[in-house]
């Protein structure tokens, strides 16, 4: 049966997110029935055949699996059991996500809202997102750095950006990481796929141009171990690039060294979607998932 949308909602892979009210009552609109959690005095309550709530935060949640509530329950055991669903639903089956276990339940929905983001733009959550999460101050300066050099306004298009972070991640062997940028190059810097299986002879494809070649290259050589730079590349970059757009093209470099240190040395898995990605359009070029995959 059709259903209308909530006041104060808007659809998110076919569910509904319904913001939080200053009234403390949310209304949330399922597939089987509407589920009211209502407030009481600033605390949680529920009832009724609806969905769980796998995120939890002041401002919104996020509605999943089917659950029957079969009494009120008081504040502190309805947040208990929002919090135990949230580690059933990140913690399937006790499989291994990494060498190190997702962040608690609390931790996890304590950053609800980064979550959420990134649902909606990918489709999943990352995996090493839910490791990160253990240290929320760290996770949230990662955030915003990343966002920083890859999302924010500036010089070097959003192409360019992930195919240096896709170079310098195959430089510096983290799987992980290059199947994800392999994914984004497509998929958000809106690079076509016969660009992307070329990237790996970038240095004599003619689908790149010399400033893609130059900014490339420094990639290439900064992701060995040792780092192979040399001043021949900063010479090299000055004739397509502003100082500038330099520092933006080491920022992607150094951003990844991180990240691609942190996956490697987690043994981070791989999600479903860009593994099958990067099996469908780098395993031609000779890559595997490694560690990353079991």
């Known amino acids: 049966m059709h259903q209308i949308a909530p006041e104060n909602s808007r659809v998110c892979s076919g569910i509904w997110l319904i913001s939080r009210r200053g009234s403390g009552i949310l209304t949330v609109c399922s597939s089987a029935s509407y589920h009211v959690l209502a407030g009481a005095r600033g605390g ?15 401002h919104s949640i996020m509605i999943r699996q089917p659950v029957k509530h079969k009494r009120w329950q008081s504040p502190a055991q309805a947040k208990r059991r929002l ?34 983001k ?23 300066l990662v955030r915003e750095l990343r966002d920083a050099v890859m999302a924010d306004a500036g010089e ?37 796929d016969e660009k992307l299986h070329a ?12 400033a893609e070649r130059a900014a490339l290259g420094l990639a290439l050589a900064a992701g060995g171990s040792p780092p ?18 330099i520092i933006e093209i080491v920022a992607v470099i150094s951003m990844f060294g991180w990240m691609n240190r942190w996956n490697d040395t987690l043994a ?17 070029s000779g890559w595997t998932p490694g560690v990353h995959a079991k």
Not at 44 to 58: C, P, Q, S
């Open 44 to 58: 949680l309550r529920g009832r009724r055949t609806g969905r769980i709530i796998a995120f939890w935060n002041d």
């Open 83 to 116: 919090r135990n669903r949230i580690y059933q639903i990140h913690h399937p089956g006790g499989n291994a996500m990494s060498r190190i276990s997702p962040a608690p339940a609390d931790r996890l929905a304590e950053l609800a809202a980064d979550f959420e």
């Open 118 to 140: 990134a649902s909606k733009q990918r489709g999943y959550v990352p995996n090493s997102w839910l490791t990160l999460a253990r240290k929320p101050r760290i996770f949230r």
């Open 156 to 192: 070097i298009p959003p192409a360019l950006r992930f195919m240096i972070a896709e170079v310098v991640s195959n430089a510096a062997g983290c799987r992980y990481c290059t199947a994800h940028n392999a994914e984004s190059t497509v998929e958000r810097g809106k690079v076509a």
């Open 199 to 210: 990237l790996w002879q970038f240095q004599s494809s003619p689908l790149f141009t010399p």
């Open 228 to 245: 192979s730079v040399t001043d021949a590349h900063f010479d090299e970059l000055k004739k397509h690039y502003s100082e500038d757009s």
């Open 268 to 284: 981070t898995q791989l999600e479903d979607h860009p593994l099958q990605f990067a099996r469908e359009h780098l395993t031609a």
